[in-house]
């Protein structure tokens, strides 16, 4: 039980939280109901993510053998088998379909279309651990979809239309996080002397350089156009404040990226670093208290 609960990888399920962006931005996070109806694709998306983790594991088993902390992976390590794998990996994934279909497939609007692009979004990773993983930037483009399928579906839930603010600012920071990634990658490659490649073939086509570089602009963009929307919004004055923790978060992540290992490794490194942690907890509490506030 425990190699299968190691499998699926519920510390992930905390990316299913993008499913809620558009409610928090709707500036209703205070309607209890309106959580409810997200439920089923919050939990539907952690099924979906954890079938697709383990077809990832039996598809690149021999690479993640390679990998001095993927190597300890219950399928890599052998203590599970492909077939069996795949069996769970399927009927998860259609236990998230069908509780999504269940819950949103009849309804009028935009709700309806919630389970398919739960579908688009499970045939997108598996095309990506069959092939895309191994092109050199563009898995990284291809991965920050898997983010702005949650986005969507969320909205679509709620029968509301996702702002190009939205999935320009969400996009632009899955692909910061993405490309510090791949940099946490080298570092650790870097640090066992391995050959570029046999952990994951795309990291021959990547340099720290560029990654760097990269990860600069991305932060940029993605501060410079949060603020941009902070303006634009008509309660500009005081939403403006919850730009301060995202400029935050941007500029500790950015000090990670240049010299720690643990960006490979996102969803660990936001409880391993108090600044990040606090810079994401500090913009949520805004984001939901402010607009209330305003509104009275």
Known sequence: MKDWIISIRPKHWIKSGFCIAALVFSGQAANINLWLLLLPVIVGFCMLSSASYLI??????????????????????????????????VSLALLGFSLMYSAYGSEDGLVRLTPFVGVSYFLVTILYSVYIRNWAFFD??????????????????????????????????????????????????????????????????????????????CALLAGGLYIAYCVWRPDRVPFILTAIPVLTGLLAYLKLVNKSQQVESPENLLFKEPVLLGSVMAWILLVILLPIITHG
């Open 56 to 89: 990832n594991d039996v598809i690149n088993i021999e690479e993640d053998s390679c990998h001095p902390r993927k190597c300890f992976r219950p399928l890599a390590a052998g203590r599970l088998k492909k077939q069996s794998a795949i069996i769970v990996g």
């Open 140 to 217: 990284v483009l291809v991965l920050g979809l898997g983010f702005i399928f949650r986005v969507v579906a969320g909205a679509y839930a709620l029968n509301l239309a996702p702002t190009l603010w939205l999935l320009s600012c969400t996009y632009l920071m899955v692909l910061l996080i993405g490309f510090g990634k791949r940099q946490g990658e080298l570092n650790v490659i870097a640090s066992i002397h391995e050959e570029l490649g046999d952990t994951r073939k795309a990291l021959k086509g990547y340099r720290s350089s560029v990654l760097k570089k990269l990860t600069y602009i």
